[in-house]
């Protein structure tokens, strides 16, 4: 019993000293994994990817996809800099790439890694809607989720073990109803809600960072509107979903819009294109 009250502890002090702090909340989160580690494989990964890919150069598009991250990009950095976050971003190696695909969706891996798909273009419409879209796919980076989503899945892995040993000495089926318990109790009471605050999360900061490199914050409110009819009434209940539905989203852009342009006027930013 004393032996594992000290596994406990030793546990509990291992956990709070893996944390890291968000720069946009101030909350601790999950660090695991240190971005040592993560950063180098996703650079690896990214260009991997890139190999592999119909990456478009030179078009109108794919200069713009450049031109807004660049923004973005310095968007972020001014504001880190100027919240007490300097050198934040100088493990990153930004780059942002445009990829011939018709899947409606774009991307950031840990460390700046940017891909935007040409079928995501349609529905972006301009600069300011491939803004919205850039600033939230950041803002993921920014807030290190990728690399709490990683410590989430260690810690349930370890939580399956643990509690595989836990009922080992009961029933065949106790170990079953455990087994089971823990993988629906897991996806949809922790791991899919946890994905939902990530993207919530991102669609706040990313409205706030596109509103500092100096794009009209209600464009964020108008791609969703987009995105919602494109989908057709298609997307799962926003309880079985990783990502909030597309009316959550829209509510929280609305409300959020004039704070956005106020942070955005701190930096003197007083126009915003769209």
């Known amino acids: 019993m004393k032996t594992k009250t000290t596994l406990i502890l030793l546990g509990a002090v291992g956990l709070f ?23 180098p494989m996703a650079f690896q ?6 190999s592999e890919n119909n990456v478009v150069t030179n078009t109108s598009e794919a200069l713009m996809v450049k031109r807004v991250g660049e923004k973005i990009k310095n968007a972020s950095e001014t504001w880190l800099n ?3 976050y300097s050198g934040y971003t100088s493990d990153y190696r930004w780059e942002y790439n445009l990829v011939q695909d018709d899947q409606i969706n774009a991307w950031c891996m840990p460390g700046g890694k940017i891909v935007v798909y040409t079928g995501i273009l349609p529905i972006t419409q301009d600069e300011a809607g491939l803004a919205a879209v850039m600033g939230h796919e950041v803002a993921h980076a920014l807030a290190n989720h990728g690399q709490q989503r990683m410590s989430a899945g260690q810690l349930q892995q370890i939580g399956a073990v643990a509690g595989t040993i ?25 791991m ?58 829209i509510n929280n852009l609305q409300a959020n819009a004039d704070n ?9 930013v007083t126009s915003f294109k769209r």
Request: proline letters at 6%.
């Open 17 to 39: 000293l893996a944390c890291t702090t968000n720069p946009f909340t101030g909350k601790k989160t999950l660090a695991l994994v240190p971005n040592s580690q993560i950063l």
């Open 45 to 50: 990964q990214y260009d991997a990817f890139l």
């Open 82 to 84: 100027a919240n007490g």
């Open 166 to 190: 836990a009922v080992s000495g009961s029933s065949q089926e106790t170990q079953q109803i455990f087994g089971t318990a823990y993988g629906l109790g897991t996806q949809f009471g922790v």
């Open 192 to 249: 899919l809600p946890f994905s939902r605050s990530h993207e919530t999360e991102a669609d706040i900061i990313g409205q706030q960072i596109m509103a500092i490199a100096g794009y009209e914050p209600l464009e964020a409110v108008e791609l969703w509107q987009r995105m919602k009819a494109n989908s057709g009434g298609q997307a799962p209940p926003e309880f079985m979903s990783t990502h909030p539905s597309s009316d959550t989203r």
């Open 260 to 268: 956005a342009r106020a942070e955005a006027r701190r930096f003197g």
